[in-house]
């Protein structure tokens, strides 16, 4: 059974910094493009960052220089290293596992950007 669970969000000051964190399992990690995606009420869901097997990286323009998406295969986990949050960062923050066309999604974690 394919299980993503993300940790880590919570309420923070404008300027400030999270990092989230999205562990799997029931997948070969390795082997699979993994994605942050955020949804603001009212907003469609909207790809953050991804990055694939080989830990090439895509950003959102809007993130760029700000967010850092990684990952630790060894612990099937990927992070989101977020700076300078803005009040236009609020959102749920969803994980993605992609593989030829498969994609598993976790439940998602609220950040909060406010003063």
């Known amino acids: 059974q394919v299980q993503l669970v993300e940790s880590g969000g919570g309420l923070v000051q404008p300027g400030g910094s999270l990092k989230l964190s999205c562990a799997a399992s029931?997948?070969?990690?390795?082997?699979?493009?993994m994605g942050w995606y955020r949804q603001a009420p009212g907003n469609q869901r909207e790809l953050v960052a991804s990055?694939?097997?080989?830990?090439?990286?895509v950003y959102v323009d809007s993130v760029k220089g700000r967010f850092t998406i990684s990952r630790d295969n060894a612990k099937n986990t990927v992070y989101l290293q977020m700076s300078s949050l803005s009040l236009e960062d609020t959102a749920v923050y969803y994980c993605?596992?992609?593989?030829?066309?498969?994609?598993?999604w976790g439940q998602g974690t609220q950040v909060t950007v406010s003063s």
């Open positions: 993605k596992a992609s593989y030829w066309g498969t994609d598993f």
């Open positions: 029931g997948v070969i990690f390795s082997n699979y493009r």
């Open positions: 990055i694939s097997s080989a830990a090439n990286t």
